[in-house]
């Protein structure tokens, strides 16, 4: 399965469709992002995630491409993408940040295990080179904090917000999270000294910003020290914008997110451009 | 918001938005006053436990 996906990028690469392929790299057992330039760097340490497999080693590609993109002037970008991080550039070409021409998508599915351990709403990409389609996993966690009466949330809320060391982790993995200012580093609008942070503001308030964003890819909450369930959270702001806005994040298609409205439509960077 | 303040167990009658224009000073009023006997009905933040009532004294 891998030298299936590695001889499909050494073709981009060697065609030149591609400058670069922002992908995975195993580095004596660690698995990191990297971005390859040549179809020789992809002989050495080339990973889906695991030996042979997509393994659970997830990061924000989208995200890394989107800085790719950046980085050079006119070139392609290779980037491989699982289901979720194919939902992650969707949204980014919603929120302009990124050109559709620039982005050349590398799918691979995930395995059934994967999609279950992350409830996963659709664990492959439209068009994949390797890896099987599995089910998509329903929603139950959102569900299991509705059961319980208004005490009961905000208790339960409230003592997982009180784990937060603060780390920003959540906001750093989140391959949506693409603000050069960010509200939560801002003292006056929420206290910045203090550890866990103000509870429940510092979370609430990240929440509202993942309303029309969030593409549920649950690395916020894998990469939680402290173990909070942020994704269910976000998973309730992302079925209100459905319910009030019918809007769906990480789908294909130009739909502004009804947070975005007054920004520039897509493909374009200023409102008057 | 009141739906995610209601998913994070605030009650979400805490929360109002309502449009008022400059000219209309007696609805103005009329809204503030009924949101007000209305909080003061809920009683105090269930927030306000702990270090945050300590704080605020």
Not at chain 1, 190 to 208: C, K, Q, S
Not at chain 2, 31 to 50: K, M
Request: net charge negative; charged share 25%.
């Amino acid at each position: 399965m891998i030298d299936q996906v590695r001889d499909h990028v050494k073709g981009l690469l060697d065609d030149g469709k591609i400058v670069a392929f922002v992908g995975l790299k195993d580095q004596g057992g660690n698995v990191s992002p990297h971005v390859y330039t040549n179809s020789d760097d992809l002989n050495n340490g080339f990973s889906l995630g695991d030996l042979n497999t997509p393994g659970d080693a997830r990061y924000p590609l989208a995200r890394i491409a989107m800085t790719a993109v950046s980085q050079d002037e006119k070139g392609a970008v290779g980037v491989l993408v699982r289901g979720c991080d194919e939902r992650a550039l969707y949204e980014l070409l919603r929120w302009n940040q990124l050109d559709a021409e620039r982005i050349v998508k590398v799918g691979i599915a995930c395995p059934a295990e994967l999609a279950q351990a992350h409830e996963c709403r659709k664990p492959f990409p439209d068009e994949y080179v390797a890896g099987e389609k599995t089910d998509p996993v329903a929603n139950a966690s959102v569900d299991e904090i509705m059961g319980k009466d208004l005490l009961g949330r905000l208790d339960y809320w409230k003592t997982e917000f009180d784990k937060c060391i603060k780390c920003y982790g959540c906001r750093d993995v989140c391959p949506v999270c693409f603000c050069n200012v960010c509200t939560l580093e801002e003292d006056s609008l929420i206290r910045t000294g203090d550890i866990p942070p103000e509870n429940p503001m510092f979370h609430l308030t990240r929440a509202v910003h993942m309303a029309g964003r969030c593409i549920d890819c649950n690395l916020c909450t894998e990469v939680c020290p402290a173990e909070i369930p942020l994704r269910t959270l976000y998973k309730k702001v992302a079925e209100i914008v459905k319910d009030e806005f019918e809007y769906v994040t990480g789908e294909p298609g130009d739909r502004k997110s009804p947070l975005n409205i007054l920004g520039p439509d897509p493909g374009h960077t200023a409102a008057n451009d | 918001m009141k739906q995610l303040l209601a998913f994070s167990g605030i009650e979400p009658e805490r929360l109002e938005l309502k449009w008022v224009s400059s000219a209309e000073g007696p609805r103005f009023a009329h809204v503030v006053t009924d949101f007000v006997e209305r909080i003061r009905g809920l009683g105090p933040s269930p927030l306000r436990t702990g270090a945050s009532a300590r704080k605020a004294g």
